[in-house]
């Protein structure tokens, strides 16, 4: 039984390739081009770009404004932003949106702040700042600065989005100010249109408990590996009819792996963000990036529960490759992330065999299991 291994030229070097970037927010005259990870980013056909950890898009225009670009400061893709300017080039905006860790939406701003105040000397703060207001009561926290020479203004709003951090950081002159507002409320609206839902079904369940065990029985995991290929590969056959898949969202959850091999974990949650009882492992990559899936079968699950009431849920870490399935683990119960990573990590720098598979094609199943020897 042979498996091609997933391709990770970037993985290893991913953390490192970042240096660049990890580093004071700018403006968009001072930010260099970067390469569109496809681990972060989802390009439409009609040009506009989507944060996959958040939701947020990054539209290719809104009405005068133009993207310039699209940053990211991590290669996780949970601190990201977008770069606006308006035709005439005197209203430039960047659009943030961060996942926040320990840290206070006041601690956000104070690093705000002290970036913008890092990036141009001078500035000072207007008496009438904590009423620049480009929507009402929004909870926004927000400074203005005036420019120690010219008529232009600088400026910061921060606001909670589901414990992300959206931030606007705004250089624009004062005749322009209402223009400006007017943009700002636009891409406010439109980032909790985006993003805000997202990221409120995410925050609607806590992170699940993970306290599965590795299935250490071989002739356990190969009975289980049977009956889950034969059911994937029926689900698989057209001609049978099947209830249609509940739509399902997948929430970005925290970093694993190591340095060398950088890892996102993720979980699935429904439409009324309960959980989806789905995990996956993805890598950090410029192209398309590997994803290591983690999933109980409920059918086989009703077969062992009849034998064994008290049995855990048989959870199954597998991959998708050239209308293959590829199994690389079973548990007993839902495995942890760091479980999840080491198998990931092996599977992604082609160091692992998988345990079984199942393919589907016209009719034929193709069941794979390993050698008894």
Not at 150 to 173: M, N, Q
Not at 208 to 228: F, H, K, W
């Amino acid at each position: 039984m042979r498996i091609a291994a997933i391709g990770l030229a970037m993985l290893a070097s991913a953390a490192n390739a970042w240096a660049d970037t990890d580093a004071t927010k700018v403006q968009t005259e001072n930010t260099q081009q970067q390469s569109l990870y496809r681990s972060i980013w989802h390009v439409a056909d009609n040009g506009d770009i989507t944060n996959l950890q958040s939701g947020l898009i990054c539209d290719s225009k809104l009405g005068d404004f133009s993207r310039t670009d699209v940053l990211a400061f991590k290669p996780n893709g949970l601190d990201v932003g977008c770069n606006y300017a308006n035709a005439a080039k005197n209203i430039t905006i960047t659009e943030y949106i961060t996942r926040r860790q320990s840290q206070s939406l006041a601690d956000d701003v104070a690093e705000a702040r002290n970036e913008m105040l890092h990036r141009m000397d001078g500035l000072v703060l207007l008496s009438d700042s904590a009423g620049k207001d480009f929507e009402a009561n929004a909870g926004w926290l927000k400074e203005v600065y005036a420019r120690p020479n010219g008529p232009f203004r600088e400026g910061i709003w921060l606001a909670d989005l589901s414990g992300w951090t959206l931030e606007y950081r705004v250089s624009y002159r004062t005749d322009l100010e209402s223009t400006t507002f007017a943009a700002l409320a636009s891409m406010a609206a439109r980032a909790r249109e985006t993003a805000g839902v997202q990221l409120a079904r995410c925050a609607k369940s806590a992170a699940p408990i993970r306290d599965g065990t590795e299935v250490a029985d071989p002739n356990d995991v190969q009975q289980s590996l049977v009956m889950m290929s034969l059911i994937g590969a029926v689900a698989d056959d057209p001609r049978v009819k099947s209830e249609p898949e509940k739509p399902r969202t997948w929430c970005a959850e925290s970093e694993v792996g190591s340095a060398e091999v950088p890892l996102l974990l993720w979980h699935a949650v429904f439409e009324d963000g309960s959980d989806a009882s789905a995990d996956k492992i993805t890598g950090m990559t410029v192209g398309d990036p590997p994803a290591l899936e983690s999933a109980p079968d409920s059918l086989t699950d009703a077969v062992r529960m009849t034998n064994d009431p008290s049995a855990k849920p048989r959870w199954v870490a597998t991959v998708e490759q050239n209308d293959n399935t590829w199994f690389f683990a079973a548990y007993d119960g839902r495995p942890s992330g760091m479980e999840l990573s080491k198998v990931a990590t092996a599977v992604f720098t082609g160091k692992a065999k998988p345990i079984g598979g199942y393919s589907y094609d016209k009719g034929k199943i193709s069941i794979q299991l390993p050698s008894s020897k």
